[in-house]
């Protein structure tokens, strides 16, 4: 993993003992899956629920579909639930396509936002 100072300081501020039933509270997202379509590879949760957009290459249009306003989904804990989301998102990836490496996550936060995005590298 690779972050700026601010995300690492942000990161060890939170409690190691906090625990969060990620996969239950994201579960609409993780359970529809990823689909490839057009030699992009998509959340289909956010895939239904976005339009593409116009003049972006693959990557492009890969984040902008695959961003997950974590602060939707959880109002504590942006970070972490970020993080753990994103997890499960490699865990899908990787049972889907037999290996964890090929999919890259950013994730930006601020004091009370977060968002994550996956793209295929």
């Known amino acids: 993993m690779r972050a700026n100072e601010r995300m690492l300081r942000a990161l060890a501020r939170v409690p190691a003992r906090t625990v969060l039933h990620v996969a239950r509270r994201f579960a609409p997202v993780l359970d529809a899956g990823i689909v490839d379509e057009g030699g992009c590879t ?66 930006s936060k601020s004091r009370v936002a977060g968002s994550v995005r996956h793209a295929v590298v």
Do not use: K, M
């Not at 492009?60 to 109002?75: A, I």
């Not at 942006?78 to 865990?91: E, I």
């Open 42 to 107: 998509y959340l289909a949760y956010c895939r239904t629920r976005v339009a593409l957009p116009a003049g972006l290459d693959e990557t492009g249009r890969e984040c902008w579909v695959n961003s997950l306003h974590v602060e939707d989904w959880y109002r504590t804990h942006v970070l972490l639930a970020a993080l753990g989301f994103s997890d499960a998102v490699f865990a899908l990836w990787e049972q889907q396509h037999g290996r964890r490496d090929g999919l890259v996550c950013l994730i």
